[in-house]
């Protein structure tokens, strides 16, 4: 199969191989499918992983010592294949190793790991990006994109729901410009913490937030009881999605180690705005968790 399955007695799940995607979370609880099902006229995505960049480069190119290297929008692991690791009943390992390929897109020797482990109502995804180099440190950014089905039951619509983040406290707000690279120049403070789901709200492109420390990014109604309820610690950036005009009934919540370029960017990866930088042989770690009620 091109896919493995996660269940137990609240969820099945299915993560494709291909980019290690979640392709479903179906409730047995409420007989709730949670995840956007992909339709290609609309948005042909589930919840992609984004590596080994999160959002567009500046001219889809970058540098790195004297070189230039091509890369589209979010990277390449979602569109490659995974391989299966560990695999148990509400449990699985899969991973992506640098190749030849990947090189000539991305010049780093890199290991990547992805585990997702299902307890109850809840999916941890961890993500682990080891450098394999023994010399050279290595740049990257990692990030994840789930698409959320909204609405979640048969008596709302999409525009019943909202998004609420906690703690309430003022964020960083970055606006994007149309080819959504990062308006750094009009960066502004926001306290805003519930976004009231509508097209509109989507009309300028991606809503970004700096979420630096322990956040919680809720999707709820006042008009029905499921919930979707995403936790992460140390994941800085949080990208709030959905289509416009078009009416696609999701809204992605993304929380982000790692953000797009600016468009005053030099282009150089060592100077990316929110790069992770590896020292040879080490490893990063991060991880969040989905709710599903």
Known sequence: MDY??????????????????????FSKLNNTEYIWQADK????RHAPLLFPIVGKLKGDQF??????????QHGFARDMTFEVEKEDADYVKLSLEYTNETQKMFPFKFLLVVEYQLDADRLTTKYSVTNLDNEDAMYFS???????????DDQTSL?????????????????????????????SQMDQAKFELTRELFKDGV???????????????????RTIAVDYTDMPYLGLWSTYPDDGE????????????????????????GINSLKPEASFTTQYQITFS
């Open 4 to 25: 493995v399955v996660l269940e137990n007695g609240d969820l099945r799940v299915e993560v494709l191989k291909q980019g290690a995607e979640i392709r479903s979370v």
């Open 41 to 44: 006229k609309v948005w042909g």
């Open 63 to 72: 540098e790195y010592e004297g070189a230039t290297y091509h890369m589209s």
């Open 142 to 152: 990692i990030g994840a994109h789930p698409g959320f089905k909204v609405p979640l």
């Open 159 to 187: 525009e019943d729901y909202y998004i609420e983040i906690s703690p309430e406290k003022e964020r960083a707000f970055i606006p994007v410009t149309k080819e959504v690279l990062l308006r750094t120049n009009d960066i």
């Open 207 to 225: 809503i970004i937030l700096e979420t630096r420390g322990s956040t919680r990014v809720t999707l709820k109604s006042d008009k029905s009881e």
């Open 250 to 273: 999701f809204v992605c919540i993304e929380p982000w180690c790692g953000i797009a370029d600016a468009d005053d960017s030099s282009g150089k990866l060592a100077e990316k705005k």
